[in-house]
């Protein structure tokens, strides 16, 4: 463990401690803060003290991303977010947006700091320790991963970055300089135990003993990551972030039952109802949207911001000592659909579909046949079969059955040959939408 005395500090002691930061910081937002003091007006509160305290902060409005970025001119590109004066900030990363201007997320020297640490602590949770090989891929670039690649210095580690999509160079690395570990989305990692097999290349056999996922939602379900596990011959844990709040927030730890706050202390985390945005209790179960506090930034922290993560909540006991309720990703609400009213995440009918290999590859393509997050049934999936395998009708059948079952929603599948499916050496696309 990183920080001990911090990661396994009495929850109730966290939350004492993050209330004192969440007061200072309301403070702070108000004093500096336009698109805050505004905001907070419109909702009746006019101080930190009508605020009141972090157990109350489901009073407060949330934030939402399109929200900041409509406060964004040319005089002020970042946004009327922004509280930091010129000379205090040190970096400026960009989120990857997929259309329009990228929005600019600034940060300050203590904020830098505080994100590295937070993605150390995430990171090493996995079990990586100083002194060992680390392989990474991320294509940082104006990216927040950036800051989560300083963390492996912080760790101790000594790190091999090869970048995305270099396959070659990447087993390379792996077979000279034999790292310990890997980190890398698990579309990839997927990616790799395919490519590694067509190019005779033992990845099972080789050096990396863990594989770090994170990046997309997946690493964490279970038939998945088995198939993972078994074709790196690792153990495989996940960590998650977002841009606008820190790149590695939670990272899961070698008991592998969902990812730790790794950012306790600087962020505060609460789930909501993703259709009304009432606010749900963490109990141990609940699943809803991920809704994230600053508490201790300053560039430009936000209150309350709506991640679009889905996710479950685990509040049991972990036999590593950290303390705090832990998350495990379900999927993005951006690409939920809703089947005649329930609930699809097309990383959740992976899952459903890999526990059929060696049927099948574990590549799907959830096909809609309209735009829109409401469908009706029956939603068409593509599910690819392994190499070689040639099933018939019952194997569908079999799938449709199970899917049905498990995520109580009505499928056409389609059985299409290896191979036909994309493959994808960052993040894979499981939707695809052929309607109008
Ligand atoms: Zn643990």
């Not at 309301?26 to 972090?54: H, N, Q, T």
């Not at 009327?80 to 400026?92: G, K, M, N, Q, T």
């Not at 033992?202 to 594989?211: C, H, I, K, P, T």
């Amino acid at each position: 463990m990183l920080e001990p005395e911090v990661e396994t500090c009495h929850w109730a002691e966290q939350l004492a401690l993050d209330d004192e930061s969440y007061r200072d910081q309301l403070v702070y937002l108000l004093e500096r803060s336009s698109f805050y003091r505004e905001k907070l007006a419109a909702a009746g509160v006019a101080s930190a003290e009508e605020a009141g305290a972090l157990t109350e902060i489901a009073r407060l409005p949330l934030t939402e991303k399109e929200e900041l970025k409509a406060t964004c001119t040319p005089d002020n590109p970042i946004g009327a977010h922004l509280c930091a004066l010129p000379s205090e900030i040190v970096r400026i990363y960009s989120t990857s947006g997929t259309t329009g201007a990228p929005s600019y997320i600034p940060l300050t020297a203590g904020d830098l700091d505080k994100w590295v640490t937070a993605s150390a602590r995430s990171y090493a949770a996995s079990g990586i320790v100083a002194g060992q090989r680390i392989v990474t891929t991320y294509n940082a670039g104006p990216f927040v991963a950036g800051a989560a690649l300083e963390a492996f210095d912080r760790i101790g580690l000594c790190h091999i970055p090869v970048g995305t999509g270099n396959t070659e160079r990447l087993l390379q690395a792996v077979e000279a300089l034999r790292p310990e570990a890997a980190v890398l989305t698990p579309s990839y990692a997927a990616h790799l135990v395919e490519s590694a097999a067509e190019r005779g290349f033992d990845l099972r056999g080789s050096s990396v003993e863990r594989v770090l996922v994170a990046g997309e939602p997946g690493g964490g379900e279970p038939a998945f990551r088995a198939k993972l596990e078994e074709g790196w011959g690792a153990r495989v844990t996940e960590a998650m972030g977002i841009g606008d709040i820190g790149p590695s927030l939670w990272g899961e730890c070698e008991a592998q039952d969902g990812m730790h706050l790794g950012a306790r202390g600087f962020v505060h985390a609460e789930l909501i109802d993703p259709e009304t945005g009432t606010a749900l209790e963490l109990d141990d179960g609940a699943t809803g949207e991920l809704v994230l506090t600053h508490l201790r930034h300053r560039a430009a922290p936000l209150l309350r911001f709506r991640t679009r993560d889905h996710v479950r909540v685990r509040t049991s006991a972990c036999p590593c000592g950290r303390t705090g309720p832990r998350v495990r990703c379900l999927g993005r609400t951006d690409d939920m659909l809703i089947v005649r009213g329930v609930n699809v995440f097309p990383s959740a009918v992976r899952e459903v579909v890999s526990a059929f290999a060696p049927d099948v590859s574990g590549h799907i393509l959830v096909k809609p046949r309209t735009r829109g997050v409401k469908q009706e049934p029956p939603l068409p999936v593509s599910v690819e079969l392994a190499r070689g395998a040639n099933a018939g009708d019952d194997l569908a059948e079999a799938i449709r059955d199970r899917l049905r079952n498990v995520l109580v929603v009505q499928t056409r599948v389609e059985l299409v040959p290896w191979g036909s499916l994309r493959r994808s050496e960052y993040k894979s696309r499981l939707v695809d939408v052929e309607g109008p």
